[in-house]
């Protein structure tokens, strides 16, 4: 099975905005590509999906080139309560779902 | 938030002895999942099942065992716990459509002495 590659970590300050990529060269037609959060003592938690282009939801966007080889999480403005792990997860048209090493993001003050 | 829970919470035990962690879900979702995860691994799937008595292996199985006699209840069972199986253990569950989420417990923390 092909695996996600993520930065393995990353830091920002309060305020700026931070975009994480993942690298996932091969996925399928039929992958949708999905961003948890995982804070720590707490099982992750779905942050946003995608397939192409860009979604957007209340806390996050999803930027996905038309080759869907990588894709970008942008958490616009992070504050210090973001600071968590950052996991991107495709579905390799299959349910033997494999997390990558995820990125761990550290915002100062 | 879908109904996940784990049981126990916190569990310390000898080398050697059996461990059994239970995940119940309220869901009706298709799909369960156990994770366990150490400090600098991330999350590494041990099983999961696609159904009722339908398992298949992950990426860590070796030592562990699986049971889901209900769609609701998935088990986790290590026969002899060993010290590397020291862990916080993770059940997830999802509906098998391709936009679905995986839903998460809040971990099982276990301490193989």
């Known amino acids: 099975l092909a695996k996600t590659t993520q930065p393995i970590s990353m830091d920002s300050y309060e305020g700026q905005e931070v975009n994480i990529t993942c690298s996932h060269n091969?996925?399928?037609?039929?992958?949708?590509i999905t961003w948890y959060q995982q804070f720590p003592s707490q099982g992750p938690r779905f942050i946003i999906q995608?397939?192409?282009t860009k979604v957007t939801n209340e806390v996050a966007s999803l930027f996905i080139p038309a080759d869907r080889k990588s894709s970008t999480l942008s958490l616009p403005r992070v504050s210090l309560s973001d600071t968590a792990v950052y996991y991107c997860?495709?579905?390799?048209?299959?349910?033997?779902?494999?997390f990558g090493t995820g990125t761990r993001l550290q915002v100062f003050p | 938030d879908a109904g996940i829970t784990q049981s126990p919470r916190h569990k310390v035990t000898e080398t050697g002895t059996p461990v059994t962690l239970r995940c119940h879900q309220t869901?009706?979702?298709?799909?369960m999942y156990w994770y366990r995860q150490d400090p600098g691994h991330g999350l590494r799937l041990i099983h999961y099942s696609y159904g009722v008595k339908d398992t298949d292996k992950g990426e860590v199985s070796d030592g562990y065992s699986v049971s889901r006699s209900k769609t609701e209840d998935f088990l986790l069972t290590l026969e002899s716990a060993t010290s590397s199986q020291t862990s916080v253990y993770f059940c997830?569950?999802?509906?098998?459509?391709?936009?679905?989420?995986?839903?998460f417990g809040e971990g099982s923390r276990l301490t193989v002495l």
């Open positions: 995608g397939y192409k």
């Open positions: 997830a569950s999802w509906t098998g459509a391709d936009t679905g989420e995986l839903f």
């Open positions: 997860l495709v579905g390799y048209n299959t349910d033997k779902l494999i």
């Open positions: 091969n996925i399928a037609t039929n992958d949708y």
């Open positions: 869901e009706n979702h298709r799909y």
